[in-house]
């Protein structure tokens, strides 16, 4: 979808790629069907288990459900309210405990030992090459492409993109965004390791969560094929998700505002045909009507 309001705001033709109309809300069906579909018939049987802030466990509750299999999902307890009665509503059973997502994957490897599947939210080569299909979309839909934002958490998201989209055309600039508040991929790039943060409030509950100290694949990948990582802040969040709904009648979740965030403050400044990839739409409508409040007060 095109954008006008961005696009004259950056002087540049910005585009959005609505991952928002996903069935369950969010791209993280791309991830879990390809996952859940190369199972073999005794995996199936068995059942899966996943960790989730939210989406991947609806996702994954999802296909499973269309394909007739149990799925379990672990959750900390800070996933919104909102998020847990939609896995819950598919049929999966849902593990509630932890005080972070780090937590709630330990619980999920136990049930793993035990015989599940894990279908691990981002650090999996089929999670991974799921995602990627949007870069295939993109090459597609937008040849012309040459800066592509996408937020950034485990990194499962943007390191399938930047696969599809470097073999194609390497010089396509593709961005990272996360919130300031916990940006563990950020932080482990600096680091040159993977590295833990604790886990803070952010109004972008989907980008919470550490990217694993035993990490195999994502972050190799965002280190070798992403070109720049930018943070934003809660208070640049909060007015994206405004301006989304504002001026393109779009709802967002805070996770999937942080691309829009990056162009509106200035952080990162197109250099030709644009894309922004809106990752989700799962907010709960407490808190858009509490941002709405603040915005127009
Ligand atoms: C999971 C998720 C992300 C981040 O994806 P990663 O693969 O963990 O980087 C971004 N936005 C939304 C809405 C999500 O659900």
């Known amino acids: 979808m095109s954008s006008s309001a961005l696009s004259a705001r950056c002087s540049a033709d910005v585009r959005l790629k609505l991952e928002t109309l996903q069935p369950t809300g969010s791209f993280k ?19 899966v288990v996943a960790v ?18 149990t799925a379990t999902v672990c959750v900390s307890e800070h996933v919104p309210a909102n998020k847990l009665t939609a896995i819950r509503d598919l049929g999966a059973r849902l593990i509630v405990g932890g005080e972070s ?6 619980t999920a490897r136990e049930l793993a030992a035990g015989g599940m599947t894990l279908v691990h939210p981002f650090d999996d080569a ?5 995602q990627g299909t949007i870069g295939l979309e993109l090459l597609e ?25 470097k073999r194609a055309n390497p010089s396509i600039r593709v961005v990272g965004v996360s919130m300031e508040a916990g940006a563990a991929m950020i ?22 969560g550490g990217i694993g100290l035993d990490n195999r694949f994502t972050f190799s990948l965002v280190r070798d094929f992403v070109d720049e990582t930018v943070k934003v802040s809660e208070g640049e969040i909060n007015h994206a998700l405004a301006f989304a709904l504002k001026h393109e009648g779009l709802v967002l979740e805070g996770a999937a ?19 922004v990839v809106l990752s989700g739409r799962n907010i709960a409508p407490e808190t858009l009507y509490g941002l709405l409040a603040e915005e127009t007060s």
């Open 141 to 165: 839909d937008m040849p012309e492409l040459t800066t592509l934002l996408v937020p950034l958490s485990g990194g499962g998201l943007i390191a399938g993109i930047a696969l599809a989209l």
């Open 101 to 106: 997502q780090d937590a709630a994957e330990v």
């Open 187 to 208: 932080e482990s790039l600096r680091a040159d390791k993977p590295v833990a943060l604790a886990e803070a409030r952010t109004l972008a509950d989907s980008l919470q």
């Open 29 to 47: 069906v791309r991830g879990a069907a390809n996952k859940l579909l190369r199972l073999t018939e005794v995996e199936r049987q068995r059942g």
């Open 257 to 275: 505002a942080v691309g829009v965030a990056a162009l509106l403050s200035g952080r990162v400044t197109p250099d030709g045909p644009t894309t």
């Open 52 to 69: 989730s802030t939210g989406n991947h466990g609806r996702a994954v509750a999802y296909i499973a459900q269309r394909l007739g299999l």
């Open 126 to 130: 089929a999670i991974i090459a799921g």
